[in-house]
Every structure is written in C-alpha cells, then in structure tokens.
C-alpha cells in the first residue's frame, strides 16, 4: 500500500550501492560527497560498514550521447573501476554472490526541458531543489529532485541482492503494489498494469495505451512478457500472437532491473561499443523489443520509427544470438513489476511538471 511505502522510505530504506551517472566529472565530485554525507551517508549504524556505498561517473561519450542502454552499461562498468581503484571492492563479484543490491541513476543531461531552473543550480540539472528539508551533515536544508528519487526507490533494494537496478534521475513515485517480491526474470521492468485481465479495443484506446511504450503481460503461470510501443490494440494482438495470448498490459515506467548475469552478459556483447564510445542505443527499442518481439513485428514497428528494415533485421539477428547465449532454465528473461493502479507518481524533468506538482 502507499502507507507502507512511504513508512519504508521514512526508515531510510537504501540500496547497497548507488551509481549515479552525471555531466560531468565536476557534477560526479558533487554528488558523491553530497549523498555519501547525507541519505547515504555510510556507519550511521554505528559500524565500519562500506556500505551503502556511493559511486558517480560521468558519460564522457562522443557527440550524441550513449543512449539509456549502451549509457547504462557504461556507467556501470565505470562504476565497477572505480568501486575497486578507491575502495578494493569488486562489485561484478558481490552482485554475481548476491550479496549486494546495487542502483544506478540517469541524471546526464543539460536540462533544457527544465530551463531556467538547472542555472539556478550552476546547471547541475538534478540538483534542483523542492519545497521539503532534510539533514545533510547535520544541516537541514532543501532536498534536490536526485535525493528524493533516491529516497523513494530504495523499497526496492530488499528484494534486489545480485542485480542492478535503472531508474531515472527525475521521476519520483510512490507504489501501491507490493515493492517487496521474488525476482522470476533476468529482466523486470516497472509498469502500472491495468486490471486483471487483457483491455478490449475500446479500453486500450479509451486508456491511452496507443500513446505509451506498453508492457504485455502473457497469460500462463511464467508471467512472461513483451515491450510495444505506441500501437493500436490490433497491431498490439498481431504482433504477440505468436508467442501466447495477452493476460495483463499497462505502461512503461521505463525504469528496470537486470539479474548480474544478465549485466555481465551484455557488458560483454556491447564491449567495442564501449570501447568506441560513439554508437547510441536506449534501452527500448534496442535491448527489449529485438528480445521480446518476433523478428518481422520488430521490423515493422522499427520501420514506423523511420529505421530501414535491414539494419533492424540485422540488429535483431545479434540479439536473438545473444538471446541464445543466455541461461533460461531458473529464470525467464523478461517480466513486469507492477507499481499498483493507485501509486503516485511525479515527473520532475519538465518546467510545466515541477510547477504543476509543487505549486
């Protein structure tokens, strides 16, 4: 319920560890001290604990940026080398145990959507404030739209030793749904599911579904799912009719987690792009959709996105091979975490947004 989330943020719930993906270096100084001095502050129990622990890097990548998906795993795979040079710890090896939850935040960015408001903050966009104080050593002063994400998602840590968990920078919310479960998928991403059973045609269009990224839960006790994407109820239905019939669906909140395994193996797919640094790919329509849809639906959706058609056939041909290379006997590959039709839920990365949510 909303009560016992908000009663598990108000205890401090926290991930292990918190990698927070910034601008630059001089904005990754800043929140290392920033958060290591205030909601993770690490020995507030009274013991030597490393933990949590927190890790900043920046995406110094080419022009254009990483996207979400390559950006994710190299901000990962900076954090990891940065765990071992200035602490001796080797994260890959503790999430591979399941012996530490691990949270990684997006905050790169210019905040032009924001405007004026990162100016006010040296433009470090995710230090924004908002009109609620909290202790910073010893201090009370304003909490910054990253803290309050921090402070919200950490409900989730205690479920998720032995993976990395996504989330972005500018999104806070409340679930309502139960935050506390079993992982049953390498891959689970956050969505508000709608009802028990599958939308008609005049409820998915009455919902808005054509207008979001939408998980498709399948009927069948794996609760296996799929990623669409802005598209009718009927193109919706053909394009999963080969892999079962639809039981549950609802939005993306584009937030995720991902078994260590799983990391591991995809740091090792995209190791030249990480290396180049100068290919852009998000998590969506690069990782999900080519894992989850059926090579001909892919294209077509692609397509529509103005992709040509054999540069997706030839990207979903690589994903399907690494598909192959993955362990699927204890766990599916992709599922849905429902956050509850009543969960709250605040989008802090437009100007209009902030003011209509704090005002």
């Known amino acids: 319920t909303l009560k016992s989330a908000c009663e598990a943020m108000a205890k401090g719930a926290l991930f292990d560890v918190t990698i927070i993906c910034t601008t630059d270096d001089h904005q990754a100084s800043y929140w290392m001290k ?6 993770c502050a690490a020995g507030s129990d009274g013991s030597d604990s490393k933990f949590p622990l927190v890790l900043a890097v920046s995406e110094d990548w080419g022009a ?3 996207g979400n998906g390559l950006g994710t795993l190299y901000a990962y795979t900076k954090a990891v080398k940065l765990a071992k040079e200035a602490h001796g710890i080797d994260l890959e090896e503790l999430l591979a145990k399941g012996e530490v939850s691990a949270a990684l935040f997006h905050t790169a960015g210019k905040g032009t959507r924001m405007a004026p408001l990162p100016a ?7 230090g924004v404030r908002l009109p609620v104080c909290h202790n910073v050593n010893d201090q009370f002063i304003p909490i910054t739209v990253l803290e309050a994400v921090v402070k919200q998602t950490g409900v989730y840590a205690k479920s998720r030793k032995g993976r990395l968990s996504v989330f972005w920078g500018d999104q806070v ?3 309502s749904a139960a935050y506390e479960y079993t992982p049953t998928h390498h891959i689970d991403i956050m969505c508000t599911l709608l009802g028990e059973t599958a939308p008609t045609a005049e409820e998915w269009s009455a919902q808005g579904l ?3 990224g939408v998980i498709a839960v399948l009927q069948g006790e794996a609760k296996n799912a799929a990623q669409v994407e802005k598209v009718s109820h009927a193109t919706a239905v053909k394009m999963l009719e ?13 937030s995720f987690s991902v078994s260590s395994a799983f990391l591991s193996a995809l740091c090792k797919e995209y190791s030249t792009e990480l290396e180049e640094k100068t290919a852009k790919l998000d998590t969506d329509p690069h990782f999900w959709m080519p894992l989850t849809l059926p090579a001909e639906e892919y294209k077509n959706l692609m397509e529509q996105k103005g992709i040509d058609k054999e540069v997706s056939h030839k990207h979903h041909e690589r994903m399907t091979a690494f598909k192959a290379t993955l362990d699927l006997t204890s766990m ?7 956050v509850g039709k009543d969960a709250c839920w605040w989008d802090y990365g437009q100007l209009k947004l902030y003011s209509t949510n704090n005002l």
Do not use: C, M
């Open 34 to 39: 920033r958060l290591s001095e205030g909601i």
């Open 64 to 66: 254009g940026g990483a």
């Open 120 to 126: 006010s903050e040296n433009n470090n966009k995710p």
């Open 173 to 175: 919310f409340v679930p």
């Open 210 to 212: 054509d207008k979001y």
């Open 242 to 254: 080969s892999l079962g019939d639809i039981g549950q669906v609802g939005p993306s909140l584009g």
């Open 332 to 338: 599916g590959l992709f599922g849905a975490v429902d």
